[in-house]
């Protein structure tokens, strides 16, 4: 747990930042596809903090914080281990409310992509460990996000540890999630179909055994890991009614890659046409380019 006046400082520089467009000082442990992770201390982190984008008011905190706890027990009912995680708030600006997801700092060298980047035994293993909770824990109610850049090897135990978009569904297949966490970076006139007809796809994909199994192996392209595709296809393909071949994967790499890469040039445009045209502070932290 971290003090509050220590959560405060540090979105006190996220704030500096925001203002500057400086993020050098910040600490960075890495960019995903929607929220940006800081170490605290910065030079030395013991702690990630993922910061989500500003709620407006604290009850929409509230809806988010129970849903991250009631995917992280979801998870945790089917198997999957997942890194002891806080939810924590600072107040923000024009009355918003800030949460950040907070998690004990893995060791660089834990990480399951540093782990098939070193290329030693254990690789093999691990790929079995994920694929078998993908098969454990996906399904219309439950989604995951099984590419390798979650997961890391903890005293041998293999962990989760992306839950900052809680993918689970209720009974009849509606998300138990307001999708405004997801749209909350784009220009306001882009949300509304954003919302309607591309977060629904993206979602779905994450509900789907088959569509996941692809997505961790079309993933190994954008980390360099190629080298580990047949092995993964190995591991997964028993378990799909219709093996998954290295050519299906490459499709669906670049379409995906695609839509990624067309929702932060978005991001982008609009964050200049805040700062140049209107002069306004924007209030999100994107990451930069990603390598795809
Ligand atoms: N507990 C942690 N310890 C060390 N590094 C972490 C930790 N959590 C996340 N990271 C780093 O930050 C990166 C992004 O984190 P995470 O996967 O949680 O968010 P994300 O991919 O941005 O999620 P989303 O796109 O769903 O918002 C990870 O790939 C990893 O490099
Ligand atoms: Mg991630």
């Given at each position: 747990m971290i003090g509050n006046d220590e959560l405060d400082r540090l979105e006190h520089s996220v704030q500096a930042a925001l203002r500057t467009g400086r993020a050098e000082g910040l600490g960075l442990l890495g960019a995903g596809e929607i929220s940006l992770v800081l170490g605290l201390p910065a030079a030395h982190p013991t702690w990630a903090c993922k910061r989500l984008p500003p709620f407006p008011s604290p009850a929409a905190a509230n809806r988010y914080e129970s849903a991250v706890h009631r995917y992280i027990d979801a998870l945790t009912e089917r198997g999957v281990e997942v890194v002891t995680t806080a939810v924590q708030r600072v107040s923000g600006p024009d009355g918003t409310t800030i949460l950040y997801c907070i998690q004990p700092v893995l060791a660089p060298d834990a990480m399951a992509c540093a782990i098939a980047r070193d290329g030693g035994p254990e690789v093999r293993p691990m790929l079995e460990g994920i694929v078998d909770s993908v098969v454990a824990t996906v399904d219309r109610r439950v989604g995951l996000d099984a590419q390798l850049s979650n997961w890391a090897v903890s005293d041998g135990r293999l962990v989760y540890f992306d839950?900052?978009?809680?993918?689970l569904r209720d009974a009849d297949g509606?998300?138990?999630?307001?999708s405004d966490v997801f749209v909350a970076s784009l220009p306001w006139v882009l949300r509304p179909p954003v919302r309607r007809f591309v977060v629904p796809g993206i979602l779905d994909r994450y509900h789907n055994v088959t569509t996941v199994l692809t997505d961790l192996t079309a993933n190994l392209i954008k980390e360099r890991l190629e080298r580990w595709m047949p092995v993964l296809l190995e591991v997964a393909n028993?378990?799909?009614g219709s093996p998954l071949t290295e050519a299906a994967v490459r499709t669906d790499y670049r379409s995906d890659a695609r839509m990624w890469e067309i929702l932060q040039q978005v991001r982008r445009a609009d964050r200049l046409w805040q700062q140049r045209?209107?002069?306004?502070?924007?209030p999100y932290l994107i990451p930069e380019r990603i390598e795809r």
């Open positions: 839950i900052t978009t809680p993918m509606r998300p138990d999630l307001d028993p378990h799909l045209v209107r002069r306004r502070v924007y």
